[in-house]
């Protein structure tokens, strides 16, 4: 049995959004070095602000300027900081109230080590040197009493929340790393291709054989353990004509993509089609794999020269 493949993965995309009136206060005052928070309707300021009453959902618009300064509510150390975060050395994860705010905002903590914090810890903002209106204008806390503090610390005077050149956007990039393993099947289905080969998995039922394996039969719901070879040639079922040129990939427009029967498959997988002018390409058509130097898969798929398949031959696999 082979091996059981695993690797790396990332997905990640920038995320843009458009602020509103309570936000866009909130990131162009962090820029200017003013923290800002919302009034609610039972007299409570909430920081960071929302836009919306959480106990009666009425649209709120009083903003509040607090101090820099306030007061650790509960922590958590992290001895191991990942990518991206506040601090590239050990720190402490912490919600600070701060004075004049009645909710806690979370944020980094930076300290020596877990014995330098503690609930009820009074703690103030460390500004950014470069602040462009985004929540990481606040580096992060420190003590209060700290020996040497920032010269970031400076509290700036009373504002009503009305800034020019406010932030109207911001762009946040979403990113998610994670180890995938296709599992037994499908780890089998990539090693065949690897040599160049094309392996199914036998339903002990329906007989169908599913390219790429699934380890189970979708129909029968019944495991495939029964590893059988296909192709490589196979037979067009349907198709599309391409028109639109995709970013990073290096194909002239307009090129078709197939859905491709593989002799002795129970099911069509998709694949390009090359090698005749796309206006040629019909159902029925008789195709093999294209392989590339170093390529995992097929580059694409060309007419064998072989007449085109009857539609009976493949009219199950539409």
Known sequence: MPDVLKAPLVLEFPFTRSLGPVQSAFLTGLRERVVLGVRTGDDRVLVPPVEYDPVTAGEIRDLVQVEPTGTVTTWAWNPEPRRDQPLGTPFAWVLVRLDGADTALLHALDVTGPESVHTGQRVRVRWAEDRTGAITDIACFEPADSDDPSDNTVTAPDHDGVFADPVTG???????????????????????????RTVGERCPSCAKVYVPPRGACPTCGLATTERVEVGPAGTVTTYCIVNIKAKNLDIEVPYVYAHIALDGAGLALHGRIGGIPYDQVRMGLRVEPVWTENSRFPDHYRPTGEPDADYDAYKELL
């Open 170 to 196: 911001i762009v946040a990039p979403a990113r998610l790393d994670y180890v995938y393993s296709p599992g037994r099947a499908q780890s089998a289905y990539l090693q065949g291709l690897s040599e160049r």
